[in-house]
């Protein structure tokens, strides 16, 4: 039997008069790969939003509940710190800076004083190898497609001991072969225990 990973309850957001969201409930089980599909402005990003902390405890009515605890995220580092982790539609990548430069951006290998490119670059080697993407991590971010950097924001956030990974619409961008590589990839993660929701508005997904 599954447990509950998961719980949303009556959540509700509202910018100005406009509500965004209305006494919304959702369950996600361990190990699942849960979709959430719905029409453009349905409310599927602003849902995640408050899960992940951008739209702060406080600013939503409702309960969040993440391995049976009550969260009150305040930003998007305090549920990184859980285990969950979003990737946008618009990716989190620097352009100019190298694969390993962005996958540890902001938590930097070495000390204060000094970063070890060393353990950089062989700490992003092993989890670019699990997500199967065989580029030198010494690439810059803007010398690869999107279907690449998607590979790129998937390995980061196994970099952050990911349990809950969520990712918004991140086939829009892609062909049909990259989608059905990034989808595939999903099912392996869910092997090694990764619950996964995905955002769409694509039923055949």
């Given at each position: 039997?599954?447990?509950?990973?998961?719980?949303?309850?009556?959540?509700?957001?509202?910018?100005?008069?406009?509500?965004?969201l209305?006494?919304?409930?959702?369950?996600v089980?361990?190990?699942?790969?849960?979709?959430l599909?719905?029409?453009?402005?349905?409310g599927k990003?602003?849902l995640?939003?408050?899960?992940s902390?951008?739209?702060?405890?406080?600013?939503?009515?409702g309960?969040?509940?993440?391995n049976?605890e009550?969260?009150?995220?305040q930003?998007i580092?305090d549920?990184?710190?859980?285990?969950?982790?979003i990737?946008?539609?618009?990716?989190?990548?620097?352009?100019?800076?190298?694969?390993?430069?962005?996958?540890?951006?902001?938590n930097?290998?070495?000390?204060?004083?000094?970063?070890?490119w060393?353990?950089?670059h062989?700490?992003?080697?092993?989890?670019?190898?699990?997500?199967?993407?065989?580029?030198?991590?010494?690439?810059?971010i803007?010398?690869?497609?999107?279907?690449?950097?998607?590979?790129?924001?998937?390995?980061?956030?196994?970099g952050?001991?990911?349990?809950?990974?969520i990712?918004?619409?991140p086939?829009?961008s892609?062909?049909?072969?990259?989608?059905?590589?990034?989808?595939?990839?999903?099912?392996?993660?869910?092997?090694?225990?990764?619950t996964s929701i995905?955002?769409?508005?694509?039923?055949?997904e």
């Amino acid at each position: 039997m599954s447990r509950m990973l998961l719980e949303m309850q009556h959540i509700t957001k509202t910018f100005g008069p406009v509500k965004a969201l209305s006494d919304v409930n959702l369950q996600v089980q361990e190990g699942e790969i849960h979709a959430l599909v719905g029409e453009n402005g349905a409310g599927k990003s602003t849902l995640m939003n408050v899960l992940s902390g951008i739209y702060q405890y406080g600013s939503y009515s409702g309960d969040i509940l993440y391995n049976g605890e009550v969260c009150k995220f305040q930003k998007i580092k305090d549920s990184e710190k859980k285990g969950i982790v979003i990737i946008h539609q618009e990716l989190a990548l620097v352009p100019l800076l190298s694969i390993a430069e962005n996958m540890f951006l902001g938590n930097e290998r070495g000390s204060k004083a000094k970063i070890d490119w060393d353990e950089t670059h062989h700490k992003a080697r092993e989890l670019l190898d699990l997500v199967g993407l065989k580029e030198s991590t010494h690439t810059l971010i803007k010398d690869i497609g999107v279907g690449k950097q998607q590979l790129v924001e998937i390995a980061k956030a196994l970099g952050k001991n990911v349990k809950l990974l969520i990712l918004d619409e991140p086939t829009a961008s892609l062909n049909d072969r990259e989608s059905k590589a990034l989808l595939d990839l999903l099912l392996e993660l869910k092997k090694q225990g990764i619950t996964s929701i995905i955002i769409s508005h694509k039923l055949n997904e």
